[in-house]
């Protein structure tokens, strides 16, 4: 067992808009230990909607007795600025004020996410990540991280996730902001505002994290003569439902913003330059039926980082493969790691 950790960084955070927080806290949790040698570092960066504790939402990948276990490496998991599990975000109080930011709290950028996992990663003390790992969101992360600190990174292992978001994605996100945006309680001051709209807006979401075939799969009906109370239509009220229990809707909001935003290429050269900065040992996977993140922009991440490896994966679950499918994704990035042990070995032979 883990439990919730805060760093509380006492600087004044800039962010990458220039816009200026304070009191900025970061929620993490850690699983083994740091080995005398400090090479045994696991970081994990999270999705959208998931939390710190990777042990829960990656079950099959990392867990007591899968591939990243907490007796082998120390896995580290940072709840990213925005979301609403322990991190500063739109329902924190504003130190300036005193009352919580809501819609005041300042827009934020993948990069300004990257960078606050090298905060954390200072504050603990770790100057090498043996392996960094996220998929969609967190992929974008951990992209952003590999070339901002290029050094720091051994392996890197982005799944389900791209360079560039987008107009596809961004189009998605927008339409379930509208649909919050509709909730006339989203700019009442408070807490649970926006929760109907963020309903809808999970509904919406849904259909861009699944396929065709996973809903016809298992939510078909099994008799000829319903008209109404689908099945299909039960399931997107309940996961709706199930979202607002759990999450806000100021930080679904501002967390797909910073979707948005992720471009590689942004103040750089180009996107390739960016990615060409990336010394990391790479592992791109792809869900060669995702909708969201197509399997053409896996391939452009492993068609400009040098030497990276890329793998697809076939799941009926489209986007969300990238959670579920944790048997081949064990089996695929624990070839890469056992192959990337022996071209250090092969490189300090030559050496050495």
Known sequence: MSTINTYSYQKIFKLESGKKLRGLEIAYQTFGKLNAKKDNVVWACHALTANSDVLD???GLFGNNDLFNPKDHFIVC????????????????????????????????????????????????????????????????ALEWAINDPSKIENLIVVATNAVHSPWGIAFNESQRLAISTDRTFYAQKATGGLKGLKVARSIALLSYRTYDAYASTQLETVNDKTTNFRAASYQSYQGEKLCKRFNAYSYW????????????????????ALAAIKANTLVIGVENDVLFPIAEQQFLSNNIKDATFHQIISAYG?????????????????FLKASVNKKIIKFQKTG
Do not use: C
């Open 319 to 335: 986007h969300d493969g990238f959670l579920i499918e944790t048997d081949m994704l064990t089996k695929i990035i624990g070839n």
């Open 78 to 141: 940072a709840n990213i600025i925005g979301s609403n599990y322990g991190s500063t975000n739109p329902l924190s109080i504003n130190p300036v004020n005193g009352l919580p930011f809501y819609l005041s709290f300042p827009e934020f950028t993948v990069r300004d996410l990257a960078k606050i996992h090298g905060l954390l990663a200072n504050h603990l003390a770790i100057d090498r990540i043996k392996v960094l790992i996220g998929g969609s969101l967190g992929g974008q992360q």
């Open 254 to 273: 501002y967390l797909t913003k910073a979707m948005d935003s992720h471009n590689v290429g942004r103040g750089r050269k180009s996107v390739s330059d």
């Open 57 to 59: 939402w990656w079950k």
